[in-house]
Structure formats: C-alpha cells, structure tokens
C-alpha cells in the first residue's frame, strides 16, 4: 500500500539522482557560509536546514562559521566562490542590502542567485533582569537624560537590531553609544556581565536562553505568539518595524540544472514539518518565500534603504 509518506520519501530521493547526461552533483560536500559565531540562531537554522538538505541531495553538507563586519566576511566569501553549487550562504536581512549602501562592501544583491527566505524573528530590545529600567520609556528617559552614556549592544552596522536603534533616534532625539559583537551568545554575556546597558538581539535568540533578561519592546508587525506579553515598538508609539529575515542563497552563475534542484530541495525543506517544528522551537516563525519573489521584494526594499541612509546614516550611529 502505497502511503502519502512513501510518495513524499521517494520525492525527496528524487532531488538526490541527476539527469541523464549531466554530471553528477555533489561530488564533493556542500558547504554553508555562516557569518556569525556558532550558537547564533543563524547558525542554528542553518545547522537544521544542512541537515535536512543532506538527505535530499544525497551529499554531505558542513556549515562553516565565518564572522565579522556584520555578516560581510560570509557574504563576500560566497560571493566570490566558484559558481558550481558547492557552496551556499545564510543571509540576513536587511543587512544584506544595507552593506553594500554603507560602504564599499566586497559584494552586491546580484552576486547570488537566491534560493528562499526560511525565517522571520522581530528584533527585541532587551535588558538584565536586575536592570533598573522596567520599560522601554525608562530605558529612553535614561538614555535622553544621559547623552551618549548608556551603551546599546547588536550583532553588527547595518543589521535589523542595530537599525532599530538608529530609528529609534532618529525619532526620539535620543543619543546611546552603539557597541557591537559578533553573534547571539558574546550578547547575552555582555547583558548578563553588565558590560552593556541593553542590547538589540532578536526575540527568538533572547529567548532561548531566558534567564536574566527582561525584554521591553520587540519590532515585529504585532506580537509574537512566543511573547505575547511583549509590545511591539507601534504600540508604544514608534513607526518602527524591524525584524531579522533569514534565507540561503547560492552563488550567482550556479549552471540552471543545479540551481533548480537547490530550489526545489529549499522547498521542500521550508515546508517540512519537522523543520518547521525546529523553527518554531527557536521561538521564531516560518515565513517561506520563493527565491525569485524574495529577491525581488528585496530590490524594492533596497530603494527605501538607500532613502533611510541619505536622511539618517547609520554607520556607527
């Protein structure tokens, strides 16, 4: 008897045999670039989604850690890699289209070839549990009272916490000192060491490890179902709306034929219910997106960007 089980089991197969008269792909391991630490949520959807991707090109996939300058050294590596389908890179949004506005970056949106978005977690501003500042409107009060005193710690320049900051500013007339660090956990350990003030990290990676921190506001279009007692920053009165989108791209210049079975495995991984179980249980919410769709939502995106950077740059803001 054939099951809905099996039809899918052999579908997945199906990725792994190429066709006839094509050469045989992969020959060697898949790798995926990360560019933050290990332990980060990026690197631990990348993790889930290297190992559901194993089973579907019948290969072995390794993800390497490459951090700094806010996701650029990945970025810029994939990029600049030989366009066979071998390697692949994590990408964040929006720092993967505010880099190359800030600066003179080693790699631009047409560098890759996108396969989906996976991920969607609202950038949270969170402080020590022992904290004095009980809400967001202590934490400005504080801030406004103290210019340039209190320090505000995020994964990167140009990264969706860090631009809720910049926002925030822009907004308020507050002024903070911007402090950055190289993924989730050196975060966590600066708010519990009292190294930082507050510090921007996404929800889902706050609440991982929950103990000693009490979050004040999170930029997520309404509240999260994970942390339904966290208001969004609209509520509170700020038009801001922030949030961490994770996807996989390729190399631009992957031959089609590879491209495509890249494409379809994504797929069916993004709506796999054991993935979406591992999302989920990161806090943080499936939002699947076709590659092409992605790309080019993130291209109409990139003009609002490049708006936001003439009237309020960022860069160490």
Same mark, same amino acid.
């Given at each position: 008897? *054939?099951?809905?089980? =099996?039809?899918?089991?052999?579908?997945?197969?199906?990725?792994?045999?190429?066709?006839?008269?094509?050469?045989?792909?992969?020959?060697?391991?898949?790798? *995926?670039v990360v560019g933050f630490v290990a332990g980060g949520g990026t690197d631990l959807d990348a993790r889930s989604f290297g190992r559901a991707l194993e089973k579907r090109i019948g290969?072995?996939?390794?993800?390497?850690?490459?951090?700094?300058?806010?996701?650029?050294?990945?970025?810029?590596?994939?990029?600049?890699?030989? $366009?066979?389908?071998?390697?692949?890179?994590?990408?964040? &949004?929006?720092?993967?289209?505010?880099?190359? *506005?800030?600066?003179?970056?080693?790699?631009?949106?047409?560098? &890759?070839?996108?396969?989906?978005?996976?991920?969607?977690? $609202?950038?949270?501003?969170?402080?020590?549990?022992?904290? $004095?500042?009980?809400?967001?409107? !202590?934490?400005?009060?504080a801030a406004r009272a103290r210019p340039d005193q209190l320090t505000y710690a995020s994964p990167g320049v140009g990264t969706d916490d860090h631009l809720q900051l910049v926002l925030?500013?822009?907004?308020?007339?507050?002024?903070?000192?911007?402090?950055?660090?190289?993924?989730?956990?050196?975060?966590?350990?600066?708010?519990?060491?009292?190294?930082?003030?507050?510090?921007?990290?996404?929800?889902?990676?706050?609440?991982?490890?929950?103990?000693? &921190?009490?979050?004040?506001?999170?930029?997520?279009?309404?509240?999260?179902?994970?942390?339904? !007692?966290?208001?969004?920053?609209?509520?509170?009165?700020?038009?801001?709306?922030?949030?961490?989108?994770?996807?996989?791209?390729?190399?631009?210049? =992957? $031959?089609?034929? *590879?491209?495509?079975?890249?494409?379809?495995? =994504?797929? !069916?991984?993004?709506r796999d219910p054991e993935f979406v179980r591992q999302l989920e249980a990161r806090f943080t919410e499936p939002a699947w997106e076709p590659g092409e769709a992605w790309f080019a939502?993130?291209?109409?995106?990139?003009?609002?960007?490049?708006?936001?950077?003439?009237?309020?740059?960022?860069?160490?803001?």
């Amino acid at each position: 008897m *054939i099951t809905r089980r =099996t039809v899918l089991a052999a579908g997945g197969a199906l990725l792994a045999v190429p066709a006839l008269g094509q050469p045989r792909w992969p020959d060697r391991p898949v790798e *995926i670039v990360v560019g933050f630490v290990a332990g980060g949520g990026t690197d631990l959807d990348a993790r889930s989604f290297g190992r559901a991707l194993e089973k579907r090109i019948g290969g072995t996939v390794v993800v390497t850690n490459r951090p700094g300058a806010g996701g650029e050294l990945a970025l810029s590596s994939v990029a600049r890699a030989r $366009p066979d389908g071998h390697t692949l890179g994590t990408t964040n &949004f929006p720092s993967l289209i505010t880099i190359p *506005i800030e600066r003179q970056a080693q790699f631009k949106l047409d560098d &890759f070839a996108p396969l989906g978005n996976l991920v969607k977690d $609202p950038s949270a501003i969170t402080v020590g549990a022992a904290s $004095p500042y009980t809400s967001l409107k !202590d934490l400005l009060d504080a801030a406004r009272a103290r210019p340039d005193q209190l320090t505000y710690a995020s994964p990167g320049v140009g990264t969706d916490d860090h631009l809720q900051l910049v926002l925030l500013q822009a907004q308020t007339g507050i002024r903070m000192t911007h402090v950055v660090f190289q993924g989730d956990p050196q975060l966590r350990t600066a708010i519990l060491g009292k190294q930082v003030d507050c510090m921007g990290l996404n929800l889902g990676a706050v609440m991982q490890v929950p103990d000693g &921190f009490r979050i004040l506001s999170q930029g997520g279009a309404a509240r999260s179902r994970f942390r339904p !007692d966290v208001p969004t920053l609209k509520e509170l009165g700020f038009a801001v709306e922030m949030a961490s989108e994770r996807g996989v791209v390729a190399t631009a210049g =992957t $031959p089609p034929a *590879i491209l495509a079975r890249l494409r379809e495995a =994504t797929e !069916d991984i993004a709506r796999d219910p054991e993935f979406v179980r591992q999302l989920e249980a990161r806090f943080t919410e499936p939002a699947w997106e076709p590659g092409e769709a992605w790309f080019a939502r993130l291209r109409a995106q990139e003009a609002d960007y490049r708006g936001l950077w003439q009237r309020t740059p960022w860069a160490q803001r």
